[in-house]
């Protein structure tokens, strides 16, 4: 059995290609154009090499591949229309948060993190520039009221909130998408409580080291995220 597949979704432009013979199977795999590597596996007997061969094509059309004929050739990676980074585009990367990997921020991130990193560098610093504005306007008063309620500490007669806490408890809201967010900045009764992603501060620089293999970040938002940034939130002169 031969069977070919290709991933050209996104910045994607990959094959996966899967032969069995016998007790044995063979995969290559890798950029669309180059001879790819070659993984070869022999198994007890001929169909645990059938079934672990279909697990793992399963596993390959649910990350986005599709099948090709032997004879068809494959088509030419269409070139994505450049968008400037503007509020849609950061909704959409938002969006594409993976959330089926709760629990490792990192890993939800990723696809967003990939979209971002083939971006030009001046779009990276606008999706950060979008995210601190964002974060600003949910810093407040009647935001963090919502975000501890019930008894306070009081301390120099002020609540005494975690700084750190209430920032990373924005950045949930935010990761929410944009219904959610829009719907929480009109109504902090809606805030959810307990919850916490601080990784998406770090999204951008992520990404900008991902296109640069590592260089370091340069950039700093113009407008602030960190807590009581916003004046007239805390109606502070």
């Not at 601190?132 to 975000?147: P, T, V």
């Not at 950045?171 to 719907?183: L, R």
């Not at 999204?203 to 602030?224: F, I």
């Amino acid at each position: 059995m031969q069977r070919y597949f290709i991933n050209q979704e996104g910045e994607s432009n990959k094959f996966w290609n899967i032969v069995t013979n016998g007790a044995a199977y063979t995969v290559t795999f890798g950029k669309v154009g180059t001879n790819g590597r070659v993984n070869r596996k022999e198994l007890a007997d001929v169909a645990t090499c059938e079934a672990e061969a279909a697990k793992l094509i399963q596993e390959k059309l649910k990350k986005g591949y599709r099948e090709v004929g032997t004879d068809e050739p494959i088509p030419a990676k269409q070139a994505t229309a450049y968008r400037p980074m503007d509020e849609d585009l950061f909704w959409e990367l938002i969006a594409a948060f993976n959330w089926k990997r709760t629990g490792d921020d990192e890993a939800v991130m990723r696809p967003a993190e990939k979209r971002l990193a083939a971006m030009p560098a001046e779009d990276i610093f606008a999706f950060d520039e979008l995210l601190a504005e964002k974060l600003y306007l949910l810093d407040g008063q009647r935001y963090a009221d919502a975000c501890y309620p019930g008894p306070k500490t009081y301390i120099g007669g002020q609540p005494y909130i975690s700084v750190d806490d209430f920032l990373y408890s924005r950045c949930a809201v935010v990761v929410n998408g944009k219904a959610f967010f829009e719907q929480v900045l009109a109504n902090p009764d809606e805030w959810p409580v307990n919850m916490e992603f601080e990784s998406v501060l770090y999204l951008a620089q992520q990404a900008y080291e991902r296109k640069t293999k590592g260089e370091e970040y340069p950039y700093v938002s113009q407008v602030s995220f960190e807590t009581y940034s916003n004046k007239a939130g805390w109606n502070v002169a």
